[in-house]
């Protein structure tokens, strides 16, 4: 059973609406009216959906996520495997939504990060797909903001991912 929710993301306004926050995003289309603290270096939300879950967003940068996720697993007493993630996914074409359970982390950062702080790739994950970059690198284009024509349908997208992330609880 999921008890705790993580959306990755980077803090600060030049981050807002890039790929790598689209974990926050997401968190925001679902949630837009949790009410938010300070604690274990990012915020945190308890909200009652019927049962009570905790809802986290590190606010140290993508590839320190773990240390955030780390400090309120353990102040409630939250194991790996009662945990999702929610994060942007190269490997996914744009606009497609997974479940996953453990396996491979893509060279995502902030998944590394957990697993590292978490002791096990055994964590539950939502994976927004981005696609990659057709040319560049791939750090600009996690970094970058969506596209005009991406913009165009991610509310949608998100709608379709708020959907999902129902469905997995």
């Known amino acids: 059973m999921i008890r705790l929710i993580c959306a990755l993301g980077n803090p600060g306004r030049e981050y807002a609406l890039t790929r790598h926050n689209y974990g926050w995003m997401l968190l925001a289309r679902w949630r837009p009216d949790a009410d938010w ?12 959906d019927p049962r009570k879950l905790i809802l986290v967003k590190p606010l140290t940068l993508m590839n ?30 744009f ?15 902030g998944l590394k990060s957990i697993k590292q702080h978490l002791g096990t790739p055994d964590f539950r994950r939502l994976r927004l797909g981005i696609g990659r970059p057709r040319h560049g690198s791939v750090s600009n284009h996690v970094l970058s ?25």
Request: hydrophobic share 40%; proline share 4%; net charge negative.
């Open 37 to 48: 603290s300070k604690k274990f270096k990012g915020e945190y939300a308890t909200i009652h």
């Open 145 to 169: 903001r969506f596209s005009k024509e991406e913009e165009m349908v991610l509310e949608t997208i998100l709608d379709r991912g708020v959907n999902k992330l129902i469905a997995l609880l």
């Open 95 to 109: 606009g497609q939504i997974e479940p996953k359970l453990g396996g491979g982390l893509g060279g995502h950062n």
């Open 64 to 93: 320190l996520s773990g240390e955030s996720l780390r400090a309120a697993a353990d102040f409630f007493n939250i194991e790996p495997e009662e945990i999702l993630i929610l994060h942007d996914d190269l490997e996914l074409p």
